[in-house]
């Protein structure tokens, strides 16, 4: 990892990662977890804090993200780029003009498939006065016009390089109050174009969303047992096909598979903090095949479970 923060007043910060292992989020306000999809990245986040706001622009890695606002914020967030793989956003996977919005304590999750470029942008104390779309208890997605979302990108852009530029002390409290009412105005701008169209529903329905999430917390919780689908269904008092739809339309991959790919990754959490021995860890985690493991292990990670145990007893 590579930070540099060594330029004064209102120079963002910058953080370069090219290890998942070492990759952290560092946007405020936000609670944060993710499962990776591939074992090498290269990892930017660029940070700038204004006055109010948080100008974030991130360069993701394939991976499945869940995340929740603290309080007293809101946040937007948009792709940066325009690539043939869209985002999996809450359940919906469209290429199109589109901005994600959420207020205290909202949820997201997102399955990116490829690498991203995604900006956001965090609103702290929470913004109530603007006519702003209703904030509710998970994020909610809407379609704009693809001008107003240019716009928004052109103007996180140019302000992410003029606070790169410098700036004399007395000057900087003005340069950011000014570039924060740039960056509220280039939203308002976005918000005012929204399109009320009907795919969004699915997106934007929290009885789905929630259903989601009471799964996942379930699987979570059970992630080191053996999992059976028609338990999990009826402690959450679901159908077992309602329960792999859902699972199919937020994750982007059957239930099995997403469980096998998070435990893999907690394994490799573990060998990293210095475990007692990889078998131990394998098998609390549900992995009793160890051939089986060791081969799935090697595929996801490009190495043995036992060179990352070294690794990590040497860190």
Known sequence: MTNIDDAPGLAPKI???????????????LNYEFTPFVRRISAEQIILRLPGCD???????????DAQLVADCTAVGFAMDDLDVPIRFNGAQRDRSVIVM?????????IEEVQ??????????????????????SFQLFETSTVALHRLRRTVTAVLAAASEPT????????????????IGAVDAAIADIVPVRWTQW???????RIFQEIRALLSD?????????????????????MHNVVQRYRGMSLHRYLRLRRLWLVRQRLLAG???????????????????????????????SQTLEFGRKR
């Open 55 to 65: 100008v974030n622009v991130t360069r993701a890695f394939p991976r499945a993200v």
């Open 116 to 137: 991203r470029q995604i900006a956001s942008i965090v609103f702290r104390p929470e913004v109530k006065d603007r006519g702003w779309p209703e904030t509710r208890s």
């Open 168 to 183: 004399a002390p007395a000057e900087v409290s003005l340069k950011a109050t000014a570039m924060r009412e740039s960056v």
């Open 102 to 110: 959420g207020g205290s304590g909202a949820a997201y999750n997102t």
């Open 222 to 242: 059970d992630l080191a047992q053996p999992i059976y689908s028609e338990e999990v269904a009826r402690k959450l008092g679901l159908s077992v096909r309602t």
């Open 15 to 29: 953080f370069r990662f090219s290890d998942v292992d070492e990759f952290r989020n560092g946007i405020r306000g």
């Open 275 to 305: 475990a007692e021995s990889v078998k131990a860890v394998a098998l609390a985690y549900g992995f009793w095949h160890l051939s089986d493991f060791s081969r799935s292990y090697r595929d996801q990670f490009g190495e043995t479970p």
């Open 203 to 209: 997106p934007n329905d929290e009885r789905n969303f």
